[in-house]
């Protein structure tokens, strides 16, 4: 009798322990609403898509995997024009934030190779992408993304407001390899 009420607690135990461990969820916040930090808000192309959720959500995964290609590629302009698109579409797709704040950083990172400085609106731009992504719930791996983004590009905003490099030195590269 002792040893039939000890194999029963055991995987009692085992399911109580698995089922602290953390979600990894696959979504942002629902309830966030990206549409007020974009220039220009976009219209879904419902000739093509349709209307309603199940278009835009249609029009956002085509947009998402076109951006992610155009980014691996090193088009960071177009790749970010695509998947800003997307994230206005379905805000609530962690993937495409994440592939979005990827893009940005590339681009951020291309700008730093090529003339050495940084655009004070991208930096901005690229930290509260970042900061987003690490708030809500995008899983850990993403969120472990975004913390080491953070900081390194804490360190590159810290240096730029202390004025150890202006945004136009050529100095800033050497402070902006790790990213």
Do not use: C
């Amino acid at each position: 009798m002792n040893n039939t009420r000890s194999l029963l607690v055991l995987p009692l135990l085992t399911l109580s322990l698995l089922a602290k461990q953390p979600a990894l969820a696959d979504l942002i916040s629902p309830h966030i609403t990206a549409a007020d930090e974009f220039e220009e808000p976009v219209s879904p192309n419902t000739d093509y898509y349709g209307s309603g959720v199940g278009g835009r959500a249609a029009e956002a995964s085509t947009l998402r995997f076109e951006g992610e290609r155009l980014a691996d590629d090193g088009h960071y302009e177009e790749a970010i024009k695509k998947l800003s698109k997307a994230v206005q579409l379905d805000p609530g797709d962690g993937t495409t934030h994440v592939l979005y704040a990827r893009a940005m950083s590339g681009r951020l990172k291309n700008q730093v190779r090529t003339t050495g400085s940084i655009k004070q609106e991208d930096l901005m731009a690229v930290l509260r992408e970042w900061k987003m992504i690490l708030r809500h719930d995008a899983d850990a791996i993403d969120q472990s993304e975004a913390k080491a983004e953070l900081r390194t590009l804490a360190k590159v905003q810290k240096r730029l407001k202390e004025g150890e490099i202006a945004p136009e030195s050529n100095r800033l590269a050497t402070h902006y390899h790790s990213l």
